[in-house]
């Protein structure tokens, strides 16, 4: 049973850091690409950040660049998002989705950029 299971969210003030952790199982980590998506009221899901499988690639989109690092230990099957100088339009809940062979969702987790 396939199982992607966010933590680290919560309330953060603006300027403030989060790191994010997604601790995968039941498919082969090592060869997934993982990524992290976001989605705000009444708005789209979109894409955050993405790490490949092999070299480790990274992406990400142009509003968290330099403010966000994706990075993965497949040793302990888990990805993580570091979040640094979070801003209130950094509200969302924020998901991990794992691509091998299926695609495959986490039920996200709650951040809230306020002061």
């Known amino acids: 049973q396939v199982q992607l299971v966010e933590s680290g969210g919560g309330l953060v003030q603006p300027g403030g850091s989060l790191r994010l952790s997604c601790a995968a199982s039941g498919f082969t980590f090592s060869r997934a690409t993982m990524s992290w998506y976001r989605q705000a009221p009444g708005k789209e899901r979109e894409l955050v950040a993405r790490?490949?499988?092999?070299?480790?690639?990274?992406n990400y989109a142009d509003s968290v660049k330099g403010r966000f690092t994706i990075s993965r230990d497949n040793a302990k099957n888990t990805v993580y998002l570091q979040m640094n100088s979070l801003k209130p339009e950094d509200t969302a809940v924020y998901y991990c989705?794992?691509?091998?062979?299926?695609?495959?969702w986490g039920q996200g987790t709650q951040v809230t950029v306020s002061s």
């Open positions: 989705k794992a691509i091998q062979a299926r695609i495959y």
């Open positions: 790490i490949t499988s092999t070299v480790g690639s990274t």
